[in-house]
Antibody
């Protein structure tokens, strides 16, 4: 069974940093792109970033370019999202998703709240 | 405002049929596959349709997808109260090099 478990969310002040993790199991992790998708409270889905199987290609939504970095460790079957210079508008539930073009499996999400 | 346009809400009675549209452009829907996701209240999204009209295993054939030009449509027949959810279309945008989602459509089964 495919499982994706996010962790690392929490309350952070504007300008602060947070690192999200997503642990994968139940599939050959190194064979898939992986993505982060977020959802602000009461709003729709917004794709944030994705990363190729070997980490050689990464793409980001414009609003996070230069602030967020996606990475992966295939040995640990994990994908990460380093979030710096956080803003109030980054407040959202962040989902990790297996990016098989489309997103065929999703984690349960982790809440990030940016507030003073 | 999303690049992919969906109606904010649709409604229909149990047993009836509903369609949800998703409108884009040549850089996204026009030249890439469309997928559809269902998000039940308080849960993570779930893949319903991929590659315009294919259903993952376990998704009933009450759910269907189609694409024509720069628009896509999700159809749901035999509506059930358990279908009440938010539905999102998604696709890749070749000009933006980004994944796009529609703004979402809330389905109410009256």
């Amino acid at each position: 069974e495919v499982q994706l478990v996010e962790s690392g969310g929490g309350l952070v002040q504007p300008g602060g940093s947070l690192r999200l993790s997503c642990a994968a199991s139940g599939f050959t992790f190194r064979s898939y792109w992986m993505s982060w998708v977020r959802q602000a409270p009461g709003k729709g889905l917004e794709w944030v970033a994705n990363i190729k199987q070997d980490g050689s290609e990464k793409y980001y939504v414009d609003s996070v370019k230069g602030r967020f970095t996606i990475s992966r460790d295939n040995a640990k079957k994990s994908v990460y999202l380093q979030m710096n210079s956080l803003r109030a508008e980054d407040t959202a539930v962040y989902y990790c998703a297996r990016d098989g073009h489309p997103f065929d499996h999703w984690g349960q999400g982790t809440l990030v709240t940016v507030s003073s | 405002q999303s690049v992919l346009t969906q109606p904010p809400s649709v409604s229909a009675a149990p047993g009836q049929k509903v369609t949800i549209s998703c409108s884009g452009s040549s850089s996204n829907i026009g030249n890439n596959y469309v997928s559809w996701y269902q998000q039940l209240p308080g849960t993570a999204p779930k893949l319903l349709i991929y590659e315009n009209n294919k259903r993952p295993s376990g998704i009933p054939d009450r759910f269907s997808g189609s694409k024509s030009g720069t628009s896509a449509t999700l159809g749901i027949t035999g509506l059930q109260t358990g279908d009440e959810a938010d539905y999102y279309c998604g696709t890749w945008d070749s000009s933006l090099s980004a994944v796009l989602f529609g703004g979402g459509t809330k389905l109410t089964v009256l």
